[in-house]
């Protein structure tokens, strides 16, 4: 299942999320998106999480949760 997660810290870097996430289960990519020119976060990225149960548990369990000081906003596309 792909997550969509919004409302990163400029500072949240891929292995943090990765971090995150494997704590509900196998987490086989994940992408933090940041702008081509600037190379800035765009505070926005993607896990992709093979089981669908692991990935609603991930979704349940983190949404609204904090990351680096920021509330996770959370959608499976």
């Known amino acids: 299942m792909n997550i969509y997660v919004r409302n990163l810290s400029p500072t949240t870097s891929r292995e943090e999320l990765i971090d995150c996430f494997e704590e509900y289960g196998v987490v086989s990519d994940v992408t933090v998106s940041t702008y081509t020119v600037e190379g800035k976060s765009r505070a926005s990225g993607f896990v992709d999480m093979p089981s669908d149960v692991q990935a609603q548990a991930a979704i349940e369990g983190l949404r ?9 906003r959370i959608h499976c596309e």
């Open 64 to 72: 609204g949760k904090e990351l680096a000081g920021n509330l996770l």
